[in-house]
């Protein structure tokens, strides 16, 4: 009896109070109505990618077509292009992904684990290219690509051109992760005979995992929706460009056929969202592991 007479007031002590239940309904009512004013033109968009050309002018902004055309997807895919565009993206994207990773992880460790002259330097010079913005940098760049002789190859130009501008800001998210792994987990590494690369690709890149896919998730959403890169690039190839600018140019070439727009629209924002649902438990934990170290 006094055990469960001890344990009452701890069980009582833990439930919410109704009052406190009523104090919190308006914050959860404006909360929601925030959120469904936030979804709701992305639903709109969707909706409206299923919707026949005149009932996109006749049904306004409901979300529910009243007939639902599927061959609208197939037409934007065939007619409007986008199958090759979305081709072109995701090479252009995955490339990207795959070279700003392993090139930031590399340098990331050597700034936070090497010791070398001029180092502040160097960590200085790269944050300063952090501020400059891209209208500033087209230039030279382009100069640089033509020199390069990858005018003709425009997916490979913007390939090289996204990874430079991704490459500052993954170097330090992985410089400042490197910095938080325990250096005792190296040291017993290189008793166990593990040389340099070893060390690296074999115990500091797999710790790395969460950030890794954080800078990816970064990389990727940044690569897949760049437009200023691939319409400089693209612009004399337009059988070269990304999703970004094929929308762009689709609305110009096409402005009376806004179905096969939002069918466009929906078939870029599908990949992001898909990749994001993956990687979300990564990037909450390398975010947390970021605010405790």
């Excluded at 002789?149 to 913007?158: F, Q, T, Y």
């Excluded at 437009?227 to 009376?256: D, I, K």
Aim: with cysteine.
């Amino acid at each position: 009896m006094a055990i469960i007479a001890s344990s009452s007031p701890g069980t009582s002590s833990r439930r919410v109070k109704p009052g406190l239940k009523l104090r919190r309904l308006p914050v959860h009512i404006v909360l929601l109505a925030g959120g469904l004013i936030w979804v709701f033109p992305f639903l709109w968009m969707l909706g409206s990618s299923l919707k026949s050309p005149a009932g996109f002018f006749n049904e306004g902004l409901n979300i529910i077509p009243k007939e639902f055309v599927w061959s609208n997807y197939i037409n934007a895919w065939n007619v409007g292009s986008f199958g090759q565009y979305f081709f072109n993206t995701v090479f252009v994207t995955v490339s990207t992904v795959i070279l700003t990773l392993v090139f930031s992880a590399m340098a990331g460790y050597t700034l936070a684990r090497g010791k070398f002259p001029g180092k502040a330097a160097i960590l200085g010079a790269i944050a300063i290219t952090l501020f400059l913005p891209h209208g500033y940098t087209i230039i030279p760049v382009y100069d640089l690509i033509q020199r390069l002789g990858l005018i003709d190859s425009p997916l490979i130009a913007i390939i090289l051109v996204q990874t430079g501008g991704s490459l500052v800001f993954s170097t330090f998210l992985l410089m400042g992760y490197f910095n938080t792994i325990d250096r005792e987990l190296e040291e017993a590494a290189v008793i166990d005979g593990a040389g340099f690369n070893q060390l690296f690709w074999r115990v500091m890149f797999p710790l790395a995992t969460p950030m890794l896919a954080t800078v990816g998730l970064f990389s990727f959403i940044g690569a897949w929706n760049d437009f200023f890169v691939p319409l400089v690039f693209t612009f004399a190839q337009p059988a070269m460009r990304t999703l970004s600018v094929g929308m762009y140019a689709f609305v110009g070439e096409n402005s009376t056929n806004w179905t096969y727009l939002c069918a466009g629209a929906v078939i870029t924002l599908a990949p992001i969202m898909l990749v994001f649902v993956f990687l979300q438990r990564y990037f909450i934990s390398a975010i947390a592991g970021a605010i405790k170290g």
